[in-house]
């Protein structure tokens, strides 16, 4: 197998969460893993409506193991073809409760105590 990729890159495939792959993306071995977070937050990831809503929504795992922000990609685990797959998390934004905000969840037939 070869690797046709410049001296001092790395191909890197994302798995995305519905299970699909894109790439493979040559980058510089020297980036960090919060510089290929924000490549896959602005072009990578799909727009939806319960996507994630920020970079820190996003976590990128290598060998079953959540990557650090300043792990360098040439410290990842390759394949012998020299590509390392990053499987890409996104956490779900917390969900609402219904009945509106904490305020309005009062009781109505709370009684008050006299102070004295």
């Known amino acids: ?29 020297d980036r960090t893993v919060s510089q290929l977070r924000s490549d896959v937050f602005h072009y990578h990831l799909p727009k939806k409506e319960d996507g994630p809503k920020k970079v820190k929504d996003i976590e990128l795992l290598n060998g079953e193991q959540i990557l650090s922000d300043k792990t360098k990609i040439n410290e990842c685990d390759r394949y012998p073809e020299g590509i390392c797959i990053i499987q890409v998390s996104v956490r779900s934004p917390p969900k609402h409760k219904q009945g509106g905000s904490p305020k309005n969840n009062r009781c109505l037939y709370c009684r008050r105590t006299p102070r004295k």
């Open 1 to 29: 197998m070869f690797c046709f990729c410049f001296l001092g890159e790395i191909q890197v495939k994302f798995k995305l969460p519905d299970g699909s792959e894109i790439g493979p993306f040559f980058y510089r071995s």
